[in-house]
């Protein structure tokens, strides 16, 4: 076996320029799918945890058929002190109790319909980022004030400001007319239009008397360190509820379904152009391996007409192949993941791409996430095409003829 190794080696450098470009082109192309992979990975990350930490957490706590109809008699009983026992069960802070109505939102100039949101002060800046994204003023700081908070593009619409007061008008959970006027105390700006413009925060205690809760709500919200946690906390959760309600866990998949369907689509996309720079590879390397089999066509027929079966050429010729693949595979994955770590460390910037990163809430700065899978997988898929490349040159030699191979030049 070394005298195989030996001789697949010395059989590769032959050609060295041509063994080097064909090598440097696996380079290329595993670094740069390293890179884009990362940039992917790290893309994919960020759109889930920031949507998920705006508004809607890993896993919510509803009632059954909540989440599709809306309706506000779906509620979930004794809300708060529901959350209270779950944060104590497992030792949280980051769970809170949530109120849900539609209603319309009337300053002195101007009405608008709005989700209207009873939040626990003290806790729903631990499950959302709405809290830290206050523009003007301050958040919600008292169980039962009078007060909300709303976004920076439902302020302008209305055309007030901090201080001034709104009239929230509504339909209770019992079916009956629901009002308040409470005192705008803080403007927070996401950068996503639709929240700035739909969403609305006000203290729970106070939702559950304007729209006549009886103590009730609409979500439980549970915000956990990764997606991971959220996976492994997803069923003890829904053993933690009472048996006798009609209640449903719903992770963030279920609730965020169009999030989910965007990074497939893109996922698919880049797929597709990564599957045209493998291919090209793959035919770089099936032509480097073709011209070094007619190359040698009569030394072949030399040692064929000695007794040499064409099956143990053929893994001869696959031999040189994999350790070309392999050269291209280690080299383009160290060099892809230390220059995909530089940008770990101090971001990407692309000119003109702010606009669009905002309408997914992305920052304007992308960090790519270098993980082994993001580092292993295209250098991994490259090495592959590139053994599948050298199929045909190896099997050609099976048609090859002793005497015809002897007598080319």
């Known amino acids: 076996m070394n005298i195989v190794l030996r001789l697949a080696w010395r059989n590769l450098w032959r050609q060295p320029r041509r063994t080097w470009l064909t090598t440097g082109a696996m380079v290329f192309s595993n670094v740069l799918l390293v890179f884009m992979i990362s940039i992917q990975f790290g893309m994919y990350g960020l ?7 705006i508004f809607t957490g890993h896993m919510q706590v509803q009632a059954k058929g909540f989440k599709d109809d809306q ?6 009983p004794d809300v708060i002190p529901l959350a209270s026992r779950l944060r104590e069960e497992f030792q949280t802070e980051t769970i809170a109790a949530r109120g849900m109505a539609f209603g319309l939102a009337s300053s002195e100039k101007r009405s608008f319909g709005i989700g209207i ?4 002060p003290q806790f729903e800046p631990r499950v959302s980022s709405i809290p830290g994204l206050i523009s003007d003023g301050r958040y919600l700081l008292d169980d039962d004030a009078a007060e909300i908070v709303i976004g920076s593009v439902l302020a302008r619409n209305l055309r007030t400001s901090k201080g001034n007061e709104l009239t929230l008008l509504g339909s209770g959970k019992d079916g009956s007319f629901a009002a308040a006027v409470v005192t705008i105390i803080g403007i927070f700006e996401s950068g996503v239009p639709d929240i700035d413009r739909n969403i609305a925060h006000i203290p729970l205690r106070l939702f559950q008397d304007v729209f006549y809760m009886d103590g009730s709500g609409h979500q439980v919200v549970v915000m956990t360190s990764s997606l991971g946690d959220a996976e492994r906390l997803h069923p003890d959760i829904s053993a933690a509820l009472p048996v006798d309600e009609d ?8 609730l965020q379904p169009g999030l989910k369907q965007a990074i497939q689509a893109d996922m698919s996309s880049a797929f597709f152009m990564y599957g045209i720079l493998v291919i090209l590879v793959a035919f770089s390397v099936l032509n480097t391996q073709l011209m070094s089999v007619l190359e040698r066509t009569h030394e072949f027929g030399i040692v064929m007409s000695l007794g040499l079966k064409p099956g143990r050429l053929g893994r001869l010729v696959m031999l040189e192949t994999a350790m070309m ?3 291209g595979m280690i080299l383009g994955a160290v060099l892809g993941a230390i220059f995909t770590y530089w940008f770990t460390v101090n971001g990407l910037s692309i000119p003109g791409m702010e606009e669009m990163a905002a309408m997914f809430n992305l920052p304007a700065r992308i960090y790519p996430q270098v993980t082994v899978l993001s580092t292993i997988t295209g250098p991994s898929v490259v090495f592959l095409f590139t053994l599948l490349a050298a199929v045909y040159p190896a099997l050609r030699l099976h ?6 191979a002897m007598r080319v030049n």
């Not at 759109?47 to 930490?53: F, G, K, R, S, V």
């Open 117 to 120: 949101y009873g939040v626990e």
């Open 71 to 76: 309706k506000m008699r779906q509620t979930v």
């Open 247 to 254: 209640l449903v866990v719903h992770d963030w998949d279920a």
């Open 47 to 53: 759109m889930i945890d920031n949507t998920l930490q």
């Open 399 to 404: 048609r090859l003829h002793p005497v015809e």
């Open 325 to 327: 693949g392999a050269m």
